[in-house]
């Protein structure tokens, strides 16, 4: 059974920093596209970063130079890094795992298995 569960959530003001955290069981992070989406209210849920097992990284134009995707692979644990917030990444995010492939394209069919998706809240 594959279980995706995040942390590291919470509110912090705009130009601050939050290190989210994805731990898996079920799944091994090195060998599956790992990916982090965000949602928020009224909005349809997008791609943040995704990471592929070769190591390939995917972000949007809306995070680049900002937000950091890494794992961990002893713990089986995925991260993001977000610095330099903004009010507008207010959000749900969600940790995603999907396929075996070697290339991840940043889009939710990419993926099979969401977390439960942890708040993150920018002020400004």
């Known amino acids: 059974q594959v279980q995706l569960v995040e942390s590291g959530g919470g509110s912090v003001q705009s130009g601050g920093s939050l290190r989210l955290s994805c731990a898996a069981s079920g799944v091994s992070v090195s060998s599956r596209c790992m990916g982090w989406f965000r949602q928020a209210p009224g909005k349809e849920r997008e791609g943040v970063a995704d990471?592929?097992?070769?190591?390939?990284?995917i972000y949007a134009d809306s995070v680049k130079g900002r937000f950091t995707i890494s794992r961990d692979n002893a713990k089986n644990t995925l991260y993001l890094q977000m610095d330099s917030l903004k009010a507008e990444d207010t959000a749900n995010y969600y940790c995603?795992?999907?396929?075996?492939?070697?290339?991840?394209?940043?889009?939710?069919?990419?993926?099979?298995?969401w977390g439960q998706g942890t708040q993150v809240t920018v002020s400004s």
């Open positions: 995603a795992a999907g396929s075996y492939g070697g290339y991840c394209p940043l889009d939710t069919r990419t993926y099979n298995y």
């Open positions: 990471i592929s097992p070769n190591g390939r990284t």
